[in-house]
Each structure stands twice: as structure tokens, then as C-alpha cells.
């Protein structure tokens, strides 16, 4: 069963910087896309950024130009740094992994780890 642990949330300033980290565990074959969520208070969870095995990028209009993700693939650790942090940026920031294992395809999550932007 394969695991995410995130790390690195917290609370900052509006105009600050937090760098959010996801480290995979497990079996895994092979890593098809890593990616982070978020959700604040009664909105629906919505998508951030995703990363692809091949390296290519995806951003949430919102966060285009002060969020930038990247992944190490011998650690299997997706990285969200966040930049200009706004105090709409404020939820619960989740890790996403699509994976392959056994010959089949799986979305793994994390438990979630909370960001608190004030303003």
C-alpha cells in the first residue's frame, strides 16, 4: 500500500513563501503524475499544479507565475514551493500520486497538511 507524507505547511504573511514536500512510499513500478490539491472551507477541492513523469507542468490560473512544482524521481518527493503567498491561498494543500503497481493503475492522496496565509 503505498503511503504520502507531507510536510512543510503552516502559517505566513501575505507576501511570504512556503514550500510544501511529499514523499512516496511503498510499491510503486512507476510514477505517472504527482500532483497537489487544495481545499478551503466549504469550496470544493480543486487542483494546483501537476507534475508528469515526463516533467511537464500544470497550473491553476490562480497560482500561474508564484507557485512552482518539481519532483525528484529517484525520491519519489513532489515539491510545491509558493511564492506571494495571498490570503486566499489559505486550505488544506493535499498530495496526489498516479502510479503503477502489479499491472495496474492507482491515485493515491495524502492526509492533507494545512496552509494559513494572514493578511
Known amino acids: 500500500q503505498v503511503q504520502l507524507v507531507e510536510s512543510g505547511g503552516g502559517l505566513v504573511q501575505a507576501g511570504g513563501s512556503l514550500r510544501l514536500s511529499c514523499a512516496a512510499s511503498g510499491t510503486i513500478d512507476s510514477i505517472n503524475y504527482m500532483g497537489w490539491h487544495r481545499q478551503a472551507p466549504g469550496k470544493q477541492r480543486e487542483l494546483v499544479a501537476d507534475i508528469t513523469s515526463g516533467g511537464r507542468t500544470n497550473y491553476a490560473d490562480s497560482v500561474k507565475g508564484r507557485f512552482t512544482i518539481s519532483r525528484d524521481n529517484a525520491e519519489r518527493t513532489v515539491y510545491l514551493q509558493m511564492n506571494s503567498l495571498k490570503p486566499e491561498d489559505t486550505a488544506v494543500y493535499y498530495c496526489?500520486?498516479?502510479?503503477?503497481?502489479?499491472?495496474?493503475?492507482?491515485?493515491?492522496w495524502g492526509q492533507g497538511t494545512q496552509v494559513t496565509v494572514s493578511s
Open positions: 496526489n500520486l498516479g502510479y503503477a503497481a502489479w499491472g495496474r493503475r492507482y491515485d493515491a
